[in-house]
């Protein structure tokens, strides 16, 4: 069955380092999402991302963060100068709007600030 | 700006048991509504869809129900197992196939043996 793939299961980063997070989605999907979970706290949208662009954000994702879509496959999340409370667990998603747009989740990145 | 609340955080019942989750939403104007489970650590997997325009969907042990217009969702778990234990999300999109995922902060259930 077709998953979203997330990698580094797990990033420990030191305070003021960029790190990248990655994702490959669902092939045929068209429409690919980040959302954040700081433990103990609800799941929270970051990012969507649809015909190489960004369709909407929220506020957090300020200047700090980017996304990227390099090739046919790969999503990126890049935060940059890592602060603290950035430490998360990262999830990427993607879904198929032609269909019933059911929201797939990957096992998520666990990003670990120091 | 869309709130989702899921009362009471943790659950737990005795192995066997048929049990409802709710899960509140503020504003009806949504896409669809999604249930998930998710197990300490790991990621999210969907349960379950409804569309806005359907009232209910099935999978298994497992029933969704949906009343948009008094902003509520239930999801029925039937002859609950050890194998269930772990928290249970609910998510509704906004308008459009694109929009984002509003999330509850969950139930964590319980099922003893």
């Known amino acids: 069955e077709p998953e979203v793939t997330q990698t580094p299961s797990h990033q420990v980063t030191q305070m003021g380092q960029e790190v990248i997070l990655r994702c490959v989605p669902i092939?045929?999907?068209?429409?690919f999402y980040w959302y954040r979970q700081i433990l103990g706290q609800k799941v929270e949208f970051l990012v969507s991302?649809?015909?190489?662009?960004?369709?909407?954000k929220s506020e957090i994702f300020d200047d700090q963060f980017s996304v990227e879509r390099p090739d046919g496959s790969n999503f990126t999340l890049k935060i940059r100068s890592t602060k603290l409370e950035d430490s998360a667990m990262y999830f990427c998603?993607?879904?198929?709007?032609?269909?019933?747009?059911?929201?797939?989740f990957g096992q998520g990145t666990r990003l670990t600030v120091v | 700006k869309q709130e989702v609340t899921q009362i009471p955080a943790a659950l737990s019942v005795p192995e066997g048991e048929n049990l409802v989750l709710n899960c509140s939403f503020t504003?009806?104007?949504?896409?669809?509504l999604q249930w998930f489970r998710q197990d300490p650590g790991k990621g999210l997997t969907s349960l379950l869809l409804?569309?806005?325009?359907?009232r209910e969907q099935t999978s298994g042990r497992l029933n969704a129900s949906l009343d948009k217009s008094s902003g509520r969702s239930t999801l029925y778990i039937a002859a609950s197992q050890p194998g269930d234990s772990a928290t249970y999300l609910c998510?509704?999109?906004?308008?459009?196939?694109?929009?984002?995922?509003?999330f509850g902060k969950g139930i964590t259930l319980s099922v003893r043996p």
């Open positions: 092939s045929n999907h068209l429409y």
């Open positions: 998510a509704v999109k906004g308008t459009g196939a694109n929009s984002k995922l509003t």
């Open positions: 991302f649809y015909n190489n662009e960004i369709s909407e």
């Open positions: 504003d009806s104007a949504i896409y669809n």
């Open positions: 409804i569309q806005s325009s359907q």
């Open positions: 998603a993607s879904s198929d709007s032609r269909t019933n747009t059911e929201a797939f």
